[in-house]
């Protein structure tokens, strides 16, 4: 649970500004208060972020840090996916 709340947390300020910008922000919500989201993929949520981060400050290191996260996580889906194969 706790990387659920950590990329909700990362996002947060992108999705208010978003969703202020495009007039969706529900009602109710005072100055200061962030709006965000927790949906079922955590962690190609926080690659997204750390790729347009990196794209955004064009900071190279950023841009290598979310190629090798894009890797290590399709590794570990195919990993996964034979282990399952196995077992079928």
């Given at each position: 649970i706790?990387i659920?709340l950590?990329s909700?947390t990362?996002?947060?300020?992108?999705?208010?500004n978003a969703?202020i910008?495009?007039?969706?922000l529900?009602?109710g919500?005072?100055e200061?208060?962030?709006?965000?989201s927790?949906?079922?993929?955590?962690?190609?949520?926080?690659?997204?972020m750390l790729?347009?981060q990196g794209i955004?400050?064009?900071s190279?290191?950023?841009?290598?840090?979310?190629?090798?996260?894009v890797?290590a996580?399709?590794?570990l889906f195919?990993?996964y996916?034979k282990?399952m194969?196995?077992?079928?």
């Amino acid at each position: 649970i706790p990387i659920y709340l950590w990329s909700a947390t990362k996002v947060a300020e992108f999705i208010t500004n978003a969703s202020i910008e495009m007039g969706n922000l529900p009602s109710g919500f005072v100055e200061g208060q962030l709006f965000t989201s927790i949906d079922s993929n955590p962690i190609i949520k926080l690659v997204a972020m750390l790729f347009g981060q990196g794209i955004g400050e064009g900071s190279f290191e950023k841009l290598i840090g979310a190629a090798v996260a894009v890797v290590a996580y399709a590794g570990l889906f195919i990993w996964y996916r034979k282990q399952m194969l196995k077992e079928a």
